[in-house]
């Protein structure tokens, strides 16, 4: 072993090392990041834009994900999912590298102390100072690199954490998106069912219609009921080609109806010449629900009507039985829905001598009223505009419009936040068809809400004021109570 004499290390003090000076500051208190090239050559890094954490990063990815989370779409919302799933993987890699990077920095660091070590022992004096304040910057750096490599591991194990919950997320919407396009795809085949049954009943309709006018009926209202289905199963194009065809086919029956009635009038008429009788008067009008009959004279001679005495009665098909319609004494009657199947007949009394006209035939329904009133019995509750132009027997303002609601259990006539009568359904509630009038009597009801309370209300449609009749009758029924005219609930129990 070679000794080294106390010369030789005064010179390798002098030339190894130089002395600093005492006034020399450094530009900060922190040991200089830089990095060891080839050849032990030191590299400066290059100053670059302060790049933000990955804790930072995640924390506004997650943000974003949930900001946008409500308006995307189930499809959009997986997309998203698959994209933040690859960010985060992007960031998982970067945790490696920087992983990586630290080892690599442990690695200089214990190195660069090691060097410093030997080089302590072989300085003395202010030298040997300055080595030992660096062994503590290098130190201190170590330090901080530990540090800094706990949050790396703690922002690694976030990192995992929300890979595995996009993941999930991902999974789930890839689901979602496969059942919304199951439940589609079984929709659009029910709906093509439906359309296929629907022309093949069309096609059926067609072949028979030219069978009879009540046959017709049966089968065009069959025909609106599977409109509306096809209606309810997105094909508005097709309903309204078929509401259009439909509504041709009503024009053309009820025509042919009028014709044929006026046909069967002829006849009547006929015959009645034929047996020696006088045709003094005659109805007048279509005998359907929805309209009004109308007693006219046939001759000149005929005694004037307000001067003779009126009554109306329903007169069994066979004409075995007939019964009194109390309050019905006009010349005008508009038949109503408790009407429907039965021959309605008048009795004129003038000078001692009566003169009877009857319907030729039964009061048809009107058309499109059965399932115009299946749909509202669905509603807990339908409202009509109505006017009430007479209460307890007084007439009144016409232009003072009320809602007439119909409800299940009780009816309910309000203008505005006023309330004119709200009762409950019981035996003694009266519901009918005004029995007389003008020409707006089909348009007409006549409503006892109870003893000393009634009303006259008249609707916006004929088809209203028969739907409001069939309804609070249909409720009324739930409940048990039978509702009608005055004095008509012991001929209907019979």
Not at 289 to 312: E, H, V, Y
Request: net charge positive.
């Amino acid at each position: 072993m070679t000794r080294i004499s106390r010369d030789f290390g005064d010179t390798m003090q002098k030339d190894a090392v130089p002395s600093v000076a005492a006034d020399v500051t450094f530009p900060s208190n922190r040991f200089p990041n830089y990095k060891i090239g080839a050849n032990n050559q030191i590299l400066e890094p290059k100053e670059g834009p302060e790049i933000p954490s990955m804790k930072e990063v995640v924390a506004r990815e997650t943000a974003q994900l949930i900001e946008q989370q409500k308006r995307l779409s189930v499809r959009d919302l997986a997309s998203k999912f698959e994209k933040g799933l690859a960010a985060a993987a992007k960031l998982s890699n970067e945790a490696r590298h920087r992983e990586a990077a630290s080892l690599e920095k442990h690695v200089l660091l214990k190195k660069l102390r090691d060097a410093l070590e030997s080089l302590r022992g072989r300085v003395a004096g202010r030298n040997k100072d300055d080595v030992e304040e660096a062994i503590s910057m290098v130190e201190a750096l170590a330090v901080q690199l530990t540090r800094r490599e706990g949050e790396l591991i703690q922002e690694k194990s976030e990192v995992k954490q929300l890979v595995n919950f996009l993941k999930q997320a991902s999974e789930d919407a890839k689901k979602l998106v496969d059942e919304e396009r199951d439940f589609a795809l079984a929709e659009i085949e029910k709906a093509r069912a439906a359309v296929q049954k629907v022309e093949e009943a069309f096609q059926e309709q067609e072949r028979i219609s030219q069978t009879s006018g009540k046959q017709g009926m049966e089968e065009l209202t069959k025909e609106v009921q599977e409109a509306r289905r096809i209606k309810m199963l997105h094909q508005p194009s097709k309903v309204m080609d078929m509401e259009h065809e439909l509504r041709a086919l009503r024009i053309q029956v009820a025509e042919k109806s009028l014709y044929s009635l006026q046909l069967r009038k002829e006849l009547e008429m006929s015959k009645r010449l034929g047996a020696g009788r006088s045709h003094v008067y005659e109805l007048d009008g279509s005998e359907t629900l929805g309209s009004f009959l109308r007693i006219t004279p046939c001759m000149d001679k005929a005694p004037d009507l307000s001067n003779c005495s009126i009554q109306w009665y329903w007169v069994s098909t066979d004409g075995s039985r007939k019964e009194l319609i109390t309050g019905a004494t006009k010349s005008v009657y508009a038949p109503e829905p408790f009407d429907v199947g039965r021959i309605l007949q008048a009795d004129i009394v003038a000078d001692d001598q009566r003169v009877t006209v009857r319907t030729i035939g039964p009061i048809d329904p009107a058309p499109g009223l059965g399932s115009y009133v299946e749909a509202l019995v669905r509603k807990p509750e339908t409202e009509f505009n109505v006017v009430v132009t007479q209460m307890n027997g007084k007439n009144q303002p016409p232009h003072c419009v009320h809602v007439f609601l119909v409800g299940r259990m009780r009816i309910k006539l309000c203008k505005g936040r006023i309330t004119k009568a709200k009762e409950n359904y019981s035996t003694s509630m009266q519901l009918c068809g005004v029995r007389g009038g003008g020409n707006a009597a089909a348009q007409a009801l006549f409503w006892q809400a109870k003893k000393g309370l009634s009303f006259v209300l008249a609707f916006e449609s004929e088809r209203e004021r028969n739907a409001a009749i069939f309804l609070a009758r249909r409720f009324a029924f739930d409940c048990n109570i039978m509702l009608a005219g005055p004095d008509d609930r012991a001929s209907r129990e019979t």
